[in-house]
């Protein structure tokens, strides 16, 4: 047993780190830090240096643009991004619809959509829930009906991140309703511009607007966009929703806020803003989130050293979801009480976030409502733990 | 990184977990509890057999030079059982003052007594009236004539009432040190008490005691750092132990909700006892990664060992909470009768956490340091 990465594997963390360090742009690292609201455009551009350098869908197959990377590499690369502010790119292009192409796609749809995919050429949304199909997602409605070589979709969805600013969705309609609620339904690709569809913004308790309700109405899809077959969509979306774990937990992105953490309490210790008694009881919260991050991490760690040889399920990894999600929650809310009442006043859209010394102060609090989303989204933490009470204690 | 046994410790960790499950089972150790020593002589020396006695001692003292990860599979072997013999006792604790600070003369004389299970030492360092775990006495000891005379009283004595030898910490006036005392003595009176968690503990008051200056372990004043050595160390092996003793409640109770009918349904097909066993095996997962990181800090350097030690005995303080807790209140009724596991498993992960620094203690030490993670 032994903690230390290898020679070979630190040489390899220099080496991401050093890049990141000349390659991401300050404007981009500013807003980062600072918690603003990356654009459209910001994504694209860094997607884009990213993908130059060959490591914008790392864990995609190498015949298209993937890295042949140990689970090891991988989790750090993704470690040195958080800790780089770097931005992670759009996880629909990435984490979502690229890998579900690689595996599923017809090679036309590959020669289509996997080198824009990657690019961001083409800018994805995700279709999956409706009013009435969140957790519950296999109780969807929104039908398509075959029309010689269409699909006709009407229906709705809902939460759709970015739907705004989105090229092309992929999604999940009912094509039939005879049989149980998981077969029937269909897994489609259609594109944002055709007639029928109507995108309406949802504003966030974070005062932004990022999700959206999406309307079809005898929208036509062409049957060439079914990915796999016809009423096969939930495996599709079930391959979609369990892959790549070494980066689950999220711990760059805590450990880049716990650094923050630590940088403002000796910053509002010097201020004055925080007396002794305060400055105590921060010092011992602040203690016990490390102790907490630090077991999450090696736990991940576990679960990337079993990766390297097989993996398989385990324990250790069926919790680095909810507690992964519930440690990047705890460090955005200890970073709002820092925020205290400064903190009440919202971000100004006009000027970004770009005050170096107190950027922090308006972005904690939307941050910290905003991040209540982690726990939700991709199978909310009651529904992964009926998985894990199922599948890992048989109960 | 490796998280992986290498073979040898596979095979201890294999012939340790069958020694507990096959010959130290809930009615063994509840028989244990009755006879007059409140331990197992037979299940001692069936450790000592397996050479465990001798593990974490050096080769040229009689022992194999077992490493922390050997000591974490063995803990938590011993946990899984709720053993209640003197192996943290005697082999942990006093077994690590004198292997950090016993001369070789000391070490010849001793070991091979611990090795073979026929003697039995207790670490004496608690006192009342002092801050916790602090590394200081209110027992003196004062040179007279070729010797010294001890004086004090000493709590919380783990097997107190059956060692043959103390290893007794005192001031002098070179600071903290550290002095075995025969338990027949003349001035030594040791008053036995069960410990709620089943394992005995003692007083030892020490009067006028007289000892000679070969008794001394380490230079006079070196028993600060013997200790705090000794005590990272022993807390590394109560975390290894509390992971045993968590992974032992936490299968009692899944298996107990699958078996459970109420309602005309096992119990475990409520979701709401669903997620708090879930709860309770991510807490169990968390504590042994913490455990792993304790058995592999032994040997690095000083400040980041105390972190990571104080960061796993902080987990395990609050994760022994909850899956003891839980695991009584899941099992209703039956979880608060002696004569059910559980609530001994509750009561010594209890102990456990009592012992050595608890959860707050460990967390104030880590907020002074300013963190777990190494200071940039």
Same mark, same amino acid.
């Given at each position: 047993m032994k903690l230390d990465f290898t020679p070979e594997e630190t040489a390899f963390r220099n080496e991401v780190r050093a890049f990141l360090q000349h390659a991401l742009p300050d404007d981009l690292r500013r807003k980062m830090i600072n918690r603003d609201h990356l654009t459209k455009e910001d994504t694209v551009r860094w997607q884009r240096i990213l993908n130059a350098q060959g490591w914008a869908v790392t864990h995609w197959p190498v015949e298209y643009g993937g890295q042949a990377w140990t689970p090891a590499q991988r989790y750090i690369f993704q470690e040195e991004m958080a800790l780089a502010h770097a931005p992670e790119g759009s996880p629909f292009n990435v984490n979502m619809i690229g890998p579900v192409l690689c595996k599923f796609g017809t090679a036309a749809q590959k020669e289509k959509f996997l080198a824009a995919t990657a690019n961001i050429d083409i800018w994805w949304c995700q279709g999956f829930s409706e009013p009435g199909a969140g957790s519950d997602l296999a109780s969807l409605k929104t039908t398509a009906v075959r029309d010689g070589d269409h699909y006709v979709l009407n229906g709705q969805k809902i939460w759709t991140t970015q739907a705004q600013h989105a090229d092309w969705m992929f999604g999940l309609f009912r094509t039939d309703s005879s049989g149980k609620k998981q077969q029937g339904i269909t897994f489609l690709l259609l594109d944002m511009k055709t007639p029928g569809i109507t995108v309406r913004p949802i504003e966030t308790i974070d005062g932004e607007h990022d999700a959206n309700e999406v309307f079809f109405d005898d929208v036509r899809v062409p049957v060439d966009n079914v990915i796999g077959e016809e009423g096969r969509g939930w495996d599709v979306a079930k391959h979609l929703l369990g892959s790549e774990r070494s980066g689950i937990a999220r711990i760059g992105l805590s450990k880049e806020r716990l650094s923050q953490l630590r940088a403002l309490e000796t910053r509002l210790a010097e201020e004055g803003t925080l007396d002794e008694e305060e400055q105590r009881r921060l010092a011992h919260k602040l203690a016990e989130v490390e102790v907490e991050l630090r077991a999450l991490e090696l736990t991940q760690l576990r679960v990337v050293a079993a990766d390297a040889h097989g993996g398989g399920a385990n324990a250790a990894a069926s919790i680095l979801k909810v507690k992964g999600t519930e440690m990047q929650q705890r460090m955005t809310e200890l970073v709002a009480e820092l925020a205290g009442p400064a903190g009440l006043a919202m971000p100004d859209h006009d000027h970004a976030r770009n005050d170096p010394d107190d950027g922090w102060v308006s972005a904690a609090a939307p941050f910290y409502f905003t991040m209540r989303k982690v726990s939700i989204f991709g199978g909310s933490n009651e529904v992964q733990k009926n998985i894990i009470a199922k599948t890992m204690l048989g109960l | 990184m490796d998280f992986d046994l290498n073979d040898e410790q596979k095979m201890l960790q294999e012939t340790v977990t069958r020694f507990v499950a096959e010959t130290y089972d809930f009615q063994k150790r509840e028989h244990a509890l009755k006879t007059a020593d409140g331990w197992s002589r037979e299940a001692y020396a069936g450790l000592a057999e397996m050479g465990l006695l001798a593990l974490p001692f050096a080769e040229e003292d009689g022992g194999f030079g077992g490493g922390g990860v050997e000591m974490m599979i063995v803990m938590e072997a011993l946990g899984r059982g709720l053993m209640v013999e003197p192996y943290f006792a005697t082999v942990v604790l006093a077994g690590g003052a004198l292997r950090h600070g016993g001369s070789a003369g000391q070490r010849a004389d001793i070991v091979p007594g611990i090795a073979a299970g026929?003697?039995?030492?207790?670490?004496?360092?608690?006192?009342?009236?002092? %801050?916790?775990?602090?590394?200081?006495? #209110?027992?003196?000891?004062? #040179?007279?004539?070729?010797?010294? $005379?001890?004086?004090?009283?000493?709590?919380?004595?783990?097997?107190? +009432?059956?060692?043959?030898?103390?290893?007794?910490?005192?001031? /002098?006036?070179?600071?903290?040190?550290?002095?075995?005392?025969?338990?027949?003595?003349?001035?030594? /009176?040791?008053? =036995?008490?069960?410990?709620?968690?089943?394992? %005995?503990?003692? $007083?030892? &008051?020490?009067?006028?005691?007289? !000892?000679?200056?070969?008794? *001394?372990?380490?230079? %006079? =004043? +070196?028993?600060?750092?013997?200790?705090?050595?000794?005590?990272?160390?022993?807390? @590394?092996?109560?975390?290894?132990?509390?992971?045993?003793?968590?992974?032992?409640?936490?299968?009692?109770?899944?298996?107990?909700?699958? /078996?459970?009918?109420?309602? =005309?349904?096992?119990?475990?097909?409520?979701?709401? *006892?669903?997620?708090? &066993?879930?709860?309770?095996?991510?807490?169990?997962?968390?504590?042994?990664?913490?455990?792993?990181? @304790? &058995? *592999?800090?032994?040997?690095?350097?000083?400040?980041?060992?105390?972190?990571?030690?104080?960061?796993?005995?902080?987990?395990?303080?609050?994760?022994?909470?909850?899956?003891?807790?839980?695991? !009584?209140?899941?099992?209703?009724?039956?979880?608060? $009768?002696?004569?059910?596991? !559980?609530?001994?498993?509750?009561?010594?992960?209890?102990?456990?956490? &009592? *012992?050595?620094?608890?959860?707050?203690?460990?967390?104030?030490?880590?907020?002074?340091?300013?963190g777990v993670y190494p200071v940039a």
């Open positions: - | 026929e003697r039995i030492l207790a670490l004496a360092h608690s006192e009342k009236g002092l %801050p916790r775990h602090i590394l200081a006495a #209110r027992t003196t000891a004062s #040179r007279s004539g070729d010797g010294w $005379t001890i004086d004090g009283c000493k709590i919380a004595v783990i097997h107190g +009432q059956s060692a043959d030898t103390f290893i007794v910490s005192a001031m /002098t006036e070179e600071g903290l040190s550290l002095f075995l005392v025969d338990a027949a003595a003349k001035g030594v /009176t040791v008053e =036995g008490k069960r410990g709620y968690d089943g394992v %005995p503990v003692a $007083t030892v &008051a020490l009067s006028g005691v007289h !000892v000679a200056n070969e008794a *001394l372990v380490g230079a %006079p =004043g +070196q028993g600060e750092d013997i200790l705090s050595h000794v005590f990272e160390e022993a807390t @590394a092996a109560l975390v290894a132990e509390s992971v045993g003793a968590m992974a032992e409640t936490f299968d009692v109770t899944v298996d107990y909700l699958k /078996t459970r009918q109420q309602f =005309g349904v096992a119990i475990g097909s409520f979701q709401a *006892l669903q997620h708090r &066993a879930v709860e309770m095996l991510m807490q169990l997962e968390l504590s042994r990664s913490m455990s792993i990181l @304790a &058995a *592999l800090s032994l040997d690095i350097d000083a400040d980041q060992r105390s972190r990571n030690i104080s960061a796993a005995k902080a987990q395990i303080g609050k994760s022994g909470r909850i899956i003891g807790q839980e695991a !009584v209140q899941m099992h209703g009724a039956i979880g608060i $009768t002696a004569e059910y596991k !559980v609530g001994h498993a509750f009561k010594r992960l209890t102990a456990i956490d &009592a *012992l050595l620094g608890d959860r707050d203690w460990h967390l104030a030490r880590l907020a002074k340091m300013r």
